[in-house]
């Protein structure tokens, strides 16, 4: 059974994955529970009314279009972002990012440790490649 949840877990989950240190900062997450053991998660933080942060981790087929629209409609809709911001050191979260619409904003160098840069990307809004899906006060996702 595959569900949607947003609990301390999926923070653990992407720290866990990605090294991130959280601290007493304030943040949201969304993340995939497949058979009651996440696969995949998101991190929102660093919230700046125009932006927000996103932290990604998981396997790829927790990535589905559902959950990413679930995504959209969280940074997009409900909080009114006008773009989210990543930053990762893993090839396919890169190529996963510039299909949904990022584009390569920069570099940061031993971003995860010695010798782990982090690509920097930003999505718009109006970049998305769900924009025009977008319902911004939708409490449910449809699947087509």
């Keep these: 059974m595959r569900e949607f949840v947003s609990d301390r877990r999926i923070a653990d989950f992407v720290c866990k994955r990605t090294g991130i240190v959280l601290g007493d900062e304030a943040f949201t997450t969304l993340g995939v529970v497949i058979d009651g053991n996440v696969t995949g998660g998101v991190v929102f933080n660093h919230f700046t009314g125009n932006d927000i942060h996103v932290t ?10 559902i959950f990413l629209h679930r995504v959209a409609l969280y940074v997009f809709g409900e909080l009114g972002c006008l773009r989210a911001s990543i930053t990762t050191e893993k090839p396919e979260v890169i190529e996963l990012a510039k299909r949904m619409g990022a584009k390569i904003e920069g570099c940061k160098r031993d971003q995860f ?8 990307l930003g999505i718009l809004r109006d970049d998305w490649f769900m924009t025009r899906r977008l319902r911004p006060n939708s409490t449910h996702v449809k699947e087509t």
């Design 113 to 120: 440790g010695a010798g782990r840069d982090g690509t920097m």
């Design 56 to 65: 990604v981790a998981g396997e790829p087929k927790a990535f589905t279009p």
